[in-house]
């Protein structure tokens, strides 16, 4: 069972890594990139909840299938009574408003809410007009997860480095 979701980690970001590795963006409808974003966002997302896995592996935590956040993997910690560094910069990096982060999960989480329905009467209009808005939408580009992917990969590599010396 060691180093299950360091393979997972892995994998989820090569995932999203091959994704984003687009040739033309330019010959890409907006169907085509909007499934790229969030094909890639999701392998990101998923990247992420087995990482904090990963850590709590790593110093032998039990019960990690639980973990769903940085609070559930700081209170696993402090009831084994250890203290990981790893962990306090993913608090750290949550608390920042614009860490790269912070801006994955709302672009994650705004893909799971409902559509606003705006009914327009016009009277000269004999067939009501629906429009269908994301609520709150959050506005993302392929740069964009290209650079949470790039900010993501470091800190696990870093982490794991660091780790990997004591």
Not at 44 to 66: F, P, Q, T
Request: glycine share 2%; aromatic share 8%; with cysteine.
């Amino acid at each position: 069972m060691a180093n299950l979701s360091l393979t997972r980690v892995n994998q989820k970001l090569m995932q999203a890594k091959q994704l984003l590795q687009v040739v033309d963006v330019d010959s890409l409808t907006p169907v085509h990139i909007n499934a790229l974003l969030e094909g890639a966002t999701f392998h990101l997302m998923c990247a992420y909840h087995h990482y904090l896995r990963e850590i709590a592996e790593a110093y032998g935590l039990k019960n990690i299938v639980v973990l769903r956040s940085e609070n559930d993997l700081i209170n696993a910690f402090e009831a084994a009574k250890k203290y990981p560094v790893e962990a306090e910069e993913l608090v750290v990096l949550r608390k920042d408003a614009s860490s790269w982060l912070v801006q994955l999960q709302a672009y994650y989480d705004s893909l799971w809410r409902l559509p606003v329905v705006k009914e327009t009467h016009d009277d000269d209009n004999l067939i009501n007009l629906i429009a269908m808005d994301s609520a709150d939408e959050v506005d993302v580009d392929l740069s964009g997860i290209q650079a949470w992917l790039h900010e993501f990969t470091a800190l696990v590599l870093r982490q794991r480095e660091t780790s990997a010396e004591f």
